[in-house]
């Protein structure tokens, strides 16, 4: 691994922010509008509820954290698909840069991306409805930690897909997340799904997330051994994303698939 | 072969039932520039992009500077650099950008001076902050080509750099890469569907049929010896009666 390479990566997408209002804002304008709508609905719930429970921190922390995770995924996606629009990866991959580089390059540049957008989310859910992220105190390291994790596990699985299918694929890659959102419990308790549903949620990283989130709202335990769980499965699907992504990779360069990309064949 | 910058041997590429490259073997000294020709899908994009490793061959070798490019990919690539009409830089990105970026990855010291350098050598400081996709295709062909020389290889692959350019700006462009190759001690490999120009840069030339070497000489002796006036009419002769030249 060499850093100089993944910082050329890293710049790379920070040179097109940096110039490009429209890139920029791509990274706060759907959560805000999210943030707006969910507190509104929160707080239309809170007044029908007789303020008998309080909407905001289940409802929109969920929402905010899940957001987290869609950024995190499409921050991987977009810097990839920056190089897929430009036609670039003849020019990088002739070059010394290795595909792990390449991807730790794209993992920091969703890091600074996927960070500006939780602030942006978390200041105006603050400074409008109130919530308050601390709530849910020391908490928040393993929540934001297993989000991260299966975001970055996602973004390099889409991407692959996309390096293997082509320019086309591109329209698989954005809703993926929203595919997951069932079985991940965000708005909901699994308890609620049905028997092979909530089956399939117990290999979903984040609903260890969304459970414990509400388990520490409601009864102020949550139990460790349970986020420990959503963990290893999201590193274990961040290494088994690699893996595939690397594999697919070698097998565009054996098949010339890579230098005719855009042939989609 | 001790002065060999680029060693190739055996090098074959097959697509399912069809062979692109048929078992090549080649080499390129330091100080040397060498032509790749042939007509179009003779094999020459598929051959250059096995040398860049982004083309895994079905059997043999690419060494450049002494290493493996499939064994000992980043050393190997870290001692060339190219420039293709197909892989253009991104055009989002700043001249001074680019450079910046293709300067890190092939590990430059003193990048911004090198950039700088650059920048002045091939007469593109008025467009530093301009970005790619906006200049023209003479300015964007002189952006690759300062690309290409960033990391001073030892091994520059070119394939067809001056098919964009005016006459004028084309010789500009020859006569940079021949001086680049004389001083600097670099071999280069460059593909041409110009004769002419072959002629008054190759040291030698390697005309490619239907993924085979088919013949290899010096550009001005070449043609005589298969009873030719000149390199483009030999040319001809390989694209349209390569049965001709083999029987020979």
């Not at chain 1, 008998?52 to 996606?77: E, S, T």
Request: with cysteine.
């Amino acid at each position: 691994m060499n850093a100089t390479r993944i910082y050329a990566i890293f710049l790379r997408q920070m040179f097109l922010l940096r110039r490009n209002g429209t890139r920029f804002s791509n990274i706060f304008v759907w959560i805000i509008l999210d943030v707006v709508m969910w507190g509104f609905i929160t707080k239309y719930l809170n007044v029908i509820g007789n303020a008998g429970f309080n909407f905001v921190p289940v409802f929109l922390g969920a929402l905010i954290l899940w957001n987290f995770l869609v950024r995190v995924q499409q921050g991987i996606m977009l810097g990839f698909f920056e190089d897929i629009w430009s036609r670039n990866f003849i020019n990088l991959f002739a070059s010394p840069l290795t595909i792990g580089e390449y991807i730790i390059g794209l993992i920091l540049t969703c890091i600074a991306t996927s960070i500006l957008g939780l602030a942006a989310m978390l200041i105006l859910a603050s400074a409008a409805f109130g919530f308050v992220l601390f709530q849910f105190g020391m908490l928040l390291v393993p929540f934001i930690a297993i989000l991260f994790v299966f975001g970055l596990a996602l973004g390099v699985f889409t991407a692959g897909i996309v390096l293997r299918l082509g320019p086309a694929a591109e329209w698989i890659a954005w809703p993926l997340g929203f595919f997951l959102q069932p079985f991940a419990g965000v708005f909901y308790p699994i308890a609620m799904l049905p028997g092979p549903l909530a089956a399939i949620a117990m290999f979903m990283p984040p609903s260890y997330v969304f459970e414990g989130m509400r388990s520490s709202l409601f009864s102020g335990a949550i139990a460790a051994s349970s986020l420990w769980i959503g963990f290893g499965l999201a590193v274990l699907y961040l290494i088994l994303a690699y893996l595939f992504f690397t594999g697919i990779y070698r097998h565009a360069v054996r098949k010339g698939r890579l230098v005719r990309f855009s042939a989609e064949e | 072969m001790a002065d060999a910058v680029l060693e190739v041997r055996g090098l074959t590429k097959r697509y399912n039932q069809a062979l692109a490259v048929d078992g090549i073997s080649f080499s390129v000294n330091r100080g040397e520039v060498v032509g790749l020709l042939g007509p179009n899908g003779a094999g020459k994009t598929t051959t250059l992009s096995m040398l860049l490793g982004v083309l895994e061959p079905t059997a043999g070798t690419v060494r450049i500077g002494g290493f493996d490019v499939f064994q000992e990919r980043t050393r190997a690539l870290a001692r060339t650099n190219f420039a293709a009409i197909y892989a253009q830089v991104p055009g989002n990105l700043s001249v001074f950008q680019n450079l910046y970026i293709f300067g890190l990855l092939y590990g430059v010291p003193d990048l911004r001076v090198r950039v700088d350098g650059l920048l002045r050598e091939f007469e593109l400081e008025p467009f530093r902050d301009t970005k790619c996709g906006l200049l023209s295709s003479g300015e964007q062909t002189r952006v690759h080509l300062a690309k290409a020389v960033i990391n001073a290889p030892e091994l520059l692959l070119l394939d067809e750099p001056t098919a964009s350019l005016d006459p004028s700006a084309a010789r500009a462009i020859r006569e940079k890469i021949r001086s680049f190759a004389t001083h600097g001690e670099a071999g280069v490999l460059w593909t041409s569907h110009n004769m002419h120009e072959v002629e008054a840069v190759c040291d030698r030339v390697l005309f490619l049929s239907h993924g085979r070497v088919l013949l290899e000489g010096d550009p001005k002796e070449l043609p005589r010896a298969h009873g030719k006036h000149n390199l483009e009419e030999l040319f001809i002769t390989v694209a349209r009666e390569p049965l001709s030249l083999e029987l020979e």
